[in-house]
């Protein structure tokens, strides 16, 4: 299944051609790497596909549908699928990983801080529906209870994390 496609990509910043012709498909499960030389447009080739600057031309589809000629709702969609790592692995050092890692869901979600702290604990985003929630509890019991995982004792405090955090989302409303 192709997740992304970008095709005859062209990035200009006034007269100057960065790139043109950039194309390329990522299918789903791939890993995929953009690589090259400083000032090569690798950073501005990200930012097209990311949504911080429009290309000059070309398109990029997600799962088929083209970004740039989506309205800013189907954008925003879009974007609440996309996940960024900057280089060094920036943080926001005032705020624990948790923290930043439960960041978006504060931003795109009315679920309160315990709620979005539970969804970080169960590795679950803001798509979660019910029945993930329910799935994602069973495999997580299923690893660290020690009637599940061969007796291995060392993950009762991952446990009890992860039963907390499911208590309290099953609560959720929005998870009704």
Not at 53 to 82: C, H, M
Not at 120 to 125: N, Q, S
Not at 150 to 157: L, V, Y
Request: charged fraction near 25%.
């Amino acid at each position: 299944m192709t997740l992304l496609v970008v095709d005859q990509l062209e990035m200009r910043f006034g007269t100057r051609l960065i790139q043109k012709n950039v194309s390329f498909k990522v299918e789903k499960g791939c890993i995929f790497a953009v690589m090259g030389g400083s000032g090569c447009g690798k950073s501005t080739l990200l930012k097209h596909l990311v949504g911080l600057l429009k290309p000059t031309g070309g398109t990029v589809k997600y799962d088929g549908i083209d970004y740039w000629a989506s309205d800013e709702a189907q954008r925003n969609q879009l974007r609440s699928r996309f996940g960024m790592l900057f280089q060094s692995a920036a943080l926001w050092s005032s705020m624990s990983v948790l923290e930043n890692v439960c960041l978006p869901l504060a931003q795109q979600t009315s679920l309160n801080a315990g709620e979005r702290e539970a969804l970080g604990v169960m590795g679950l985003d803001s798509q979660a529906d019910r029945a993930g929630l329910r799935r994602r509890y069973s495999e997580l019991v299923r690893r660290y209870h020690p009637d599940k995982n061969g007796g291995d004792r060392s993950h009762e405090g991952k446990l009890q994390r992860v039963v907390e955090a499911y208590q309290l989302l099953s609560k959720a409303a929005a998870f009704a």
